[in-house]
């Protein structure tokens, strides 16, 4: 069973709402897919960037990210992100998963450099730290544990404050050398193969404010954010005043959501021993009618129009 404590998480939800409502309030005429999606690309930065209803994300990306890519960059700031160390580790944490041990060994930076690293950007608000909530593997000192946990270590994750700085990182800094000379035929590309992922970290993050909202009046939430342990990794679990526990899974696909996605979550509380009281499942193209023909109050499905209501 997970611990489930508060940490940074609450901060970092508290500035992402705020930055998510001023991004409304710049862009208000933005449907609510189309506010998420270029919220993903420029969320922090909207004072900066200009959008109109003419364009699409591709448009955008063409526009702000190719031809105006020397201007965009000066977005980044302080201007030393840009340089090594700091880019690489920035890289690492917007392209993998965001352990502090992974970041180290894909940039192949010892981990005590890159503590330090990451120490300082926290210090200057580029990144936060979203502390584990599992359980210690050991019950006490001398407990020997299974062959398959020794070489495991409970680990924190990095995220990145802004979005902005999370989508820079991952999909536009990495062909720096190729935009630099306006050549953004593999930055287009990769953004088309992995669109998806522009936007999962993002509608986890905004799921998890929008079921704190939905339980703020009747049985608030004392934790919350995304879980995982040494079985597997869960988008979104939250534990109420009154103690309940709410297992979450999001998608923002193109696809509807069907019993199978339920069914996998479930599997997968089991595994890692979570007992739970309530699902959330959180949707951007719905919900098969089989789901939704699921009379359990327990069940919570959450469809796009619901995200209005952090606005």
């Known amino acids: 069973m997970p611990v489930l404590s508060s940490d940074d998480t609450e901060l970092l939800s508290r500035l992402l709402l705020e930055q998510f409502q001023n991004f409304y309030n710049k862009f208000p005429f933005l449907k ?17 960037v200009g959008l109109n209803l003419f364009e699409d994300i591709e448009l955008s990306s063409e526009i702000n990210f190719i031809q105006n890519f020397n201007a965009t960059r000066l977005l980044i700031k302080p201007s030393y992100l840009i340089e090594a160390p700091y880019a690489e580790i920035l890289i690492a944490v917007a392209r993998g998963d965001g352990r502090v041990s992974n970041i180290c060994s894909r940039t192949k930076i010892g981990e005590s450099v890159g503590n330090g690293i990451i120490s300082k950007l926290v210090d200057c608000g580029i990144l936060t730290v979203e502390d584990s909530r599992q359980a210690p593997l050991k019950t006490h000192p001398k407990q020997l544990l299974p062959r398959h946990l020794r070489g495991y270590k409970i680990e924190s994750k990095v995220r990145f404050v802004k979005p902005f700085y999370h989508f820079w990182f991952a999909f536009v800094e990495p062909y720096r050398i190729a935009l630099l000379q306006r050549n953004g035929v593999s930055f287009i590309n990769n953004l088309q193969e992995h669109k998806e992922r522009v936007y999962s970290l993002l509608f986890e993050q905004l799921s998890n404010l929008l079921l ?7 049985d608030p939430l004392l934790s919350q954010g995304s879980f995982w342990d040494h079985h597997s990794e869960f988008d979104l679990l939250s534990l109420t005043r009154s103690g309940k526990v709410i297992l979450g899974e999001c998608k ?3 696809r509807k959501v069907t019993k199978k996605e339920l069914n996998k979550l479930k ?3 089991k595994q890692s021993s979570i007992i739970v009281d309530s699902y959330a499942l959180f949707s951007k193209s719905g919900f098969s009618n089989e789901l939704l023909g699921i009379n359990d109050k327990n069940l919570l499905l959450f469809e796009l129009d619901d995200f209005k209501d952090l606005l």
Do not use: C, H, N, P
């Open 32 to 48: 609510i897919d189309t506010l998420i999606e270029y919220f993903a690309l420029y969320g922090g930065v909207e004072k900066d």
């Open 212 to 218: 704190e909202q939905y339980f703020s009046e009747s």
């Open 252 to 254: 923002y696909t193109s």
């Open 267 to 269: 599997d997968k509380a």
